[in-house]
């Protein structure tokens, strides 16, 4: 091999179009084993993943290369092979060799192609290093650490997304960790459907994924999420099904009743003007004592029926079978926030301030039902929403909602049963920036998740996705001359991901780093399991806690 300079020439530009190019590799790289050396790392020419820079007259692009082919031809009866890789423009490099994304300027067929090395790949991401928010190492270069751009991630909402095993946990843990500790006022609320991120160990005590006294851990039902903080709309989600011929009757009739109820607390209180969602008390048995009368309403000695009589029979089934039901006593049975008052001290546990100051909430979904987890999200982020809406410094303190399994209450199909909860979560979406809240989601399915959120996110953290219909959607989420760099999320390693978007200088693929310690999210080991498992099943313990809806 020719002696190495500091830019090795690899290739030869074939070809040029605007969301790709071609370039043929060097007759020198063309080998079994195309090594070349350059700032002492040793590397494969033009390895897939890798990034290179083309060179004509003014013009310094940079691309990253995401396929290679081969192929033969015969001259004078010998055959020769020419080898070809495809590109993706990144950005340029201006002539003090700083970086800028997009390209403004394409060269012609000729151009020349020449590897990157660890010093040019610094300069490049050089601006972002001074945030100091390490999240993993360049899959083509292990050596390099790779920062994002915290303001643009959690400032313009971002997405996981990746398949079931890709290492999404993974994942929010490691980010998580090193927000923490790179920025050690920042506030998250974590929703954890499955209790991965804290747990009780055999003795009762609560691990975590995440530093002792940096995480205050909320289980949905201590943390008691009273029905009267909830919204008109998330009133109607939990109570009235909008499929029904009378549902319309119904909403009509509940706005009436919550109004004259919560007129009748603001007096009470001395608040002055109230509107059907201002969060205050109300009886819900006196609710329901109002639709039952009205449903029962008979006139001149039972000779006449009311006007609504009969119109309430299924809403009051729904609601009382809601009622009697254990699972939803946290949320309609409040013992601790039973009173207007109780209030400010629900939000300061909830945003982690106070006797409860902490960098991440993380909220235990695990043991409520399924049904309801939607409702409990959406006021979750509601009153995450609210709480900076009216905060005079939420610009010195913005807040960050991370939605675990999004595309499970946050869908993409309209006038679903969860359309309250979508359109309270796509409202932060659209106007959270503005006063300092920002959301995270993560999803294994972004197909099934709503465009509106999808939409607004500026960074993607993409891990494995082999799902053809999954693969074509996030390709549509990315700019055009991203969109080839797709194709290579078949192929990711557990915890591996590409990052698109505007908290990466350029399209990049990151090994992240392995959370310390880890989530309660590893597979089951049927293996290991299946050949020293438990001799004996405690089928009486598993009853018990069925019925109790105690989640172990």
Not at 366 to 383: E, H, K, M, N
Not at 464 to 492: C, K, M, W
Request: aromatic share 10%; charged share 25%.
């Amino acid at each position: 091999m020719a002696e190495q300079q500091p830019s090795i020439l690899i290739g030869t530009l074939t070809e040029v179009r605007g969301d790709g190019m071609e370039a043929r590799v060097v007759e020198e790289f063309s080998t079994e084993t195309p090594l070349l050396t350059i700032d002492n790392e040793q590397m494969l020419a033009a390895n897939i993943g890798s990034y290179v820079v083309i060179r004509q007259a003014n013009i310094a692009v940079l691309a990253m290369v995401f396929k290679m082919r081969e192929t033969d031809r015969f001259e004078q009866g010998k055959r020769i092979s020419d080898r070809f890789f495809s590109l993706i423009p990144v950005g340029e490099l201006k002539e003090d060799e700083t970086f800028i994304r997009g390209v403004r300027h394409y060269p012609t067929p000729g151009a020349k192609v020449y590897a990157v090395g660890l010093a040019e790949i610094n300069a490049i991401f050089s601006q972002f290093r001074s945030y100091e928010f390490f999240i993993g190492q360049l899959s083509a270069h292990k050596d390099y650490h790779l920062s994002l751009d915290p303001r643009a991630l959690f400032g313009r909402h971002f997405a996981i997304v990746g398949q079931t095993g890709s290492g999404k946990s993974w994942a929010v843990t490691s980010i998580i960790q090193h927000t923490i500790k790179a920025m050690p006022k920042s506030n998250l609320i974590l929703l954890d459907l499955h209790g991965e991120y804290c747990w009780k160990d055999d003795a009762g005590k609560i691990q975590s994924a995440f530093p002792e006294g940096t995480v205050n851990y909320v289980e949905a039902t201590e943390l008691e999420m009273p029905y009267w903080m909830m919204t008109y709309a998330e009133l109607i989600d939990l109570f009235i099904d909008r499929s029904e011929s009378g549902a319309s009757i119904q909403m009509a009739f509940m706005r009436e009743v919550l109004q004259q109820l919560k007129r009748e607390t603001a007096k009470e209180i001395g608040l002055g003007v109230v509107s059907v969602d201002t969060p205050i008390y109300f009886s819900l048995a006196e609710m329901y004592r109002q639709f039952k009368n009205a449903n029962e309403e008979r006139k001149e000695f039972g000779k006449v029926t009311g006007a609504l009589f009969g119109q309430f029979d299924e809403f009051l089934v729904r609601m009382q079978s809601r009622f009697n039901d254990v699972r939803y006593d946290f949320l309609l049975k409040p013992k601790k926030r039973n009173s207007s008052a109780t209030m400010a001290d629900l939000l300061r546990e909830f945003v982690g301030v106070g006797a409860y100051n902490s960098n991440v909430t993380v909220i235990d979904l695990s043991s409520i039902p399924t049904d309801v987890r939607p409702a409990v999200c959406a006021q979750v982020g509601r009153l995450a929403f609210e709480f900076n809406y009216w905060n005079p410094k939420r610009r010195e303190f913005p807040i960050t909602l991370i939605c675990e399994e999004a595309h499970a209450y946050i869908p993409r199909e309209k006038h679903s049963q969860y359309e309250g909860t979508k359109r309270q979560m796509e409202r932060i979406a659209k106007e959270g920036r503005k006063y300092g809240v920002s959301i995270g989601v993560v999803s294994q399915r972004p197909t099934e998740l709503s465009e509106t959120m999808l939409a607004q996110c500026s960074s993607f953290i993409c891990l494995r996705t082999t799902n053809p219909d999954d693969q074509d959607y996030i390709r549509g989420l990315v700019p055009e001359a991203e969109g080839d760099l797709v194709d290579i999320l078949a192929s990711l390693g557990r915890g591996e991901a590409l990052i698109l978007g505007e908290a990466a200088p350029l399209p990049t693929r990151v090994q992240i780093y392995k959370p310390d310690p880890e989530p309660k999210s590893n597979d089951v080991d049927y293996f290991t399991s299946w050949r020293e498992g438990v001799d004996e099943i405690d089928v009486d313990e598993i009853v018990h806690l069925w019925r109790t809806q105690t989640h172990k």
